[in-house]
Each structure stands twice: as C-alpha cells, then as structure tokens.
C-alpha cells in the first residue's frame, strides 16, 4: 500500500489516508467480490465496507472520505 502513497506523492496527487496499515496488494478486486491483498474503487465511501475488510485497499474521492473506517 505505501507503493501506491509514493506514487501519488511522486504525482503531486492530493490525497487523505485513514487508517492506513502496511498491507500487501497483490491483485484488483471488482466491489462485488472482495478479497484480502486487493486494491479497488468506492463510488461512495462506505464505512461498513472498509471495516469488514481490513485487508482491501479501498480508493475513493476526497470529498465522500470521513475520518470512521481504514483506507
């Protein structure tokens, strides 16, 4: 995960972490289907999502981010 943070930071990406430990990413997974090691998208943050899944990488806007749950 913290490959991903230097990246951004290489792209002078703007970004907000939250709870962020270090985990292995391995793979993408669809919503749908989650997995632990796996990066994917939110629309919308979900808190009860990204709880349940402490393992996944969950990206998603800024603006939709608070400051309950990990990623």
Same mark, same amino acid.
């Given at each position: 995960? %913290? =490959?991903?943070? /230097? %990246?951004?930071? +290489?792209? *002078?990406?703007? %970004?907000?972490? /939250?709870?962020?430990?270090?985990? !292995?990413?391995?793979?993408?997974? #669809?919503?749908?289907? !989650?997995? #632990?090691?796996?990066?994917?998208?939110? *629309?919308? %943050?979900?808190? *009860?999502?990204? +709880?349940?899944? #402490?393992? @996944?990488?969950?990206?998603?806007?800024? +603006? =939709?981010? @608070?400051?309950?749950?990990? /990623?």
């Amino acid at each position: 995960a %913290y =490959d991903v943070l /230097n %990246y951004l930071n +290489e792209k *002078k990406v703007h %970004y907000r972490v /939250n709870g962020l430990k270090q985990i !292995l990413i391995t793979q993408y997974c #669809p919503l749908k289907a !989650l997995k #632990p090691h796996a990066i994917t998208w939110l *629309k919308q %943050y979900d808190a *009860k999502i990204t +709880e349940e899944n #402490p393992e @996944t990488l969950f990206i998603c806007k800024i +603006e =939709d981010h @608070t400051e309950h749950g990990d /990623n």
